[in-house]
């Protein structure tokens, strides 16, 4: 502040100072006090003690059990001037009647405003006031003013009023104090709060009331106090004048909205996409053929990726999209150039581990766009974009933007703000490239390494119940959802977008049976969501009391006495098996909700899991699959298997080109060796 | 006798109030106390389980509503107040349902008319009313307000709530201290899951009635039975989330093939067995509240649930 002639308030002294000088104040209190038109008395004093103050021996009690409270005195001596003066003349509303407080209140809990805004002072210039009350009113906040910022606006030509979202409290910053008792109603009407109970009420202005506070210059030493004394209520105090010292935020007048809405949490909802073409689920379905194409990216043709990060909400500005290297224009049609797609992400509740979930949503969203269209993922993506909607005018920037409102717009709790930097630069794309491929690298380490024993808490879904009532899945890091669409992190992050939803949280408690996999707390959680049917559940046997199966499952998993072992038949395969049963009327067999010792559902992923069948003594169990499905797991199930140093195994299990009866199944199993015929019986 | 008709429960559907007498700061007749049961409907029980309500339908528009009602009642169903009158004192209805479906016209915006209707049904019959808002969420927000405003103080029941709609009236619930209905598609979860958001908002649960959503017999009924009995059962072992009253109404009863193609001179009877039949059905499943357009289901009803009654002798029946 060294060469700055303005003078210069430091809050903290001017607070004392106002404090002692509202103590006085109120001392000197001598008339009865009232307000008209409520039911809550002197609100904040009642809200705070339940005691309705109406002359100095009330006011002065309130004071004391309230240490002294700024806000209180503040109350108090506007009460009484109110009562003594009348109320100040027009647009001035002074204290506001029950009756508008109820509709005020209404539009909060009906979310047609968003959150509270108090600004007071004087601002540095009409057009500065004018532009943050715009901004205000953009964003669904319901604004009151106090002060000279009043005036200021109706310079600037701005209108005022309820009608406006604007409301005009008072002449002086000191009439802000009503924004107080417009609260503490609402938290009495709408909150559920007792009048008295101080802590509910404090709960409710923090957590509920999504109140913020933007002081200009120009408040005198009370001023300072009352405002200081709101922060008690979790409103953050964000300042844009010459306050130093104390817990104000200083903010630019360009950001100051969007500071306040961030720490408080307030989202404004994304419902349109600005870019030149359609966006839905409608068009996920479509591709993008050659001769349709304009350009492409990636595929194997040119170097791209796509990388999602999370940051810190400081580091990006929500909805900014960067293009990096030549627009759509300098592309010439029907040829590949390189692509980085880097996504920046911040909120209160994002964390590292949801990145990857996230990062796969890419996939949809840009197959949304009626003109783009995405193959794969991380450094092997292929993307284009259709010569139709490259004459529409979409450019590669449209791309970012359709990215930066989807995620916005489908994980509303998680993301507070999502930046997109788009990367055409050959050289560029290429470094960019190295950076991401270690995050790919940490990232799949950390997965690689999770294990159901790392984790206390499993997430169940019962997303199913709808047509299989008694079923509830149990989803664990090394056991997907029977639906292989499900995994224990997309359980995590849909408990945490939708507390109440489908996938809650299971504290797995001790083991019953480690072998199968029985816990405590997975039977409590399994028998409350079964409604009382289900007693019991092991989540990697097939034989003691199974996980119950909806309809959904990727693969059926069953036994083959005759052979002792464990048979796999994905949904794809619609031929006969060793079982004498078609995946069909397995499926008519085992499903809607039944526990069925002998049969599980299961997803492919779950096969390749070090937990697969753990009960009945693992992957060496398994028999036969269906060649189509051998062929999709070959790669990672020939790693696994040689990694355990069991590489012949792979070949030993049977397909339907060894076997397509339960002889046939026997003497290949002969033939070969098969370690299941040497194994402790299943039955 | 000998059974145990609790089964061992332990749970009790939480009491909802509708409507609020003059002592009680409306200006209803009565209020009602749904709710309280610990068991199963009709069941041989001390104290004996009390008959559901059977409230009746009516309108503000009637171009929205079914043909055979407009044909049964005549120019009764242009006047709101008229029809809700003739609900009270000679269908012999419990409730009166107010579908505004004036909202439905296009581009509706004349919300004061809104007030002035359910004004003049309030005054125009003593019963309590349940208010059915808008099909519009545009104009949701004003709706239920106004609906909310005007009623202060008769503990209204509002309709309909939705997991994806349910902010305008539940904000007029807490405003105005009404109850309302939660609506989910025949899903148990679905129906937790909405009180659970409700309550997230700050609706009570006493004030909350769920609509598990019911469909015509023989059209997909069996699935509402089943959703039904399973939301009781839930709630009377001990879940509190969805230990409330049920509302049902077949609305599609009078549109269904049967009712469609029946001779003119059968179709009253046979609309009316239908909403007969699975108003009953949806009774012994447990709903507290049987809501119905046709009239003449109205005193059917009410006997029938007379005669469940074990304490009833022949005399209650007419």
Redesign the interface.
Known sequence: MIGVNKPVTDVKSAKSNGENHLKMMIKAINHTISYDETAYHLPISFALTGIAVHDQKTALDVFNRTNSNPMVALECITAEKTAADGREPPPYTGFIDDTVI??L????????ILGLALVVGTPQSADRAAALCRELQEKYMLTFLAGDIIASLSRAGVKVGLEYRLIPLGSKPAYGIHFVDIIARVAM????VTPGDIHRLLTYAAERARAIVIVFPGLSDQEIAFVDGMRVLGFPILSLGDYEGGDWISALPDEVVRRGMEIKGIRVNVTAIPIPMGCSPAFEGKSIRKEEMYVEFGGGRTPAFELLQMVNAEEIKDGQITVIGPEIEAMKEGSAYPLGIIIKVAGKMMKKEYEPVLERRIHNFVNYGEGSWHVAQRDIVWIRISKEVVAKGVKIEHIGKLLASKFRMDFPQLLDAVSVTLITDEAKVLSAKKDAEKVYEERDSRIRGMRDSDVNTYYSC?LC??FA?NHVCVITPEHPALCGAISWLDGKIAYEIAP???NQPIEKGAFINAQNGEYEGVNKFVKKAS??EIDRCSLYSLMEYPMTCCGCFECIALMLPEVNGIMIVNREFKGITPSGMTFSTLAGTIGGGSQTPGFIGISKNYILSDRFLQGEGGIERLVWMPSQLKEELKTRLAKKLSDQNKSDLFEKIADETKATTIEDLISYLDSVKHPALTMKPLV | MGYDLHFGWTGVIGPVTLGATKAEGGTRKMAYHIGGGTTLPFLDTTPPSSSPLVALEICDNPEYWSPIVRHFCGDLVTTADDWAKTAETVYGADLVRLYLTSTRERNFSDIVSIGKTVESVLQATALPLIIEGSNEPRID?DV??KC??VAQGEKLLLGTAEASRY??I???A???NHSLIAQSPI???LA??LN??LR???V?RDHIIIDPYTGALGYGFEYSY?AME?IR??AL?GDADLGMPMISSAIDSLNIKEVREADPEQQDDMAVQWEYYTGIAAAVAGAEIISVRHPKTVGLLKNAFASFKKSADFSEVK
Do not use: C
Request: charged letters at 20%; a positive charge.
């Open positions: 109820r509709k209140g209404y539009s909060l809990v009906d979310g047609s009407m709408f909150g559920g019962t119940q709808t009532p109440s939803g489908a409604h009382g | 927000s239920f307000q909310g405003e902010r305008s539940a904000a007029s807490i405003a105005y899903d148990v979860n937790k899951q659970i958001l997230e908002i700050g009570q089943s399973r059962f839930s072992k």
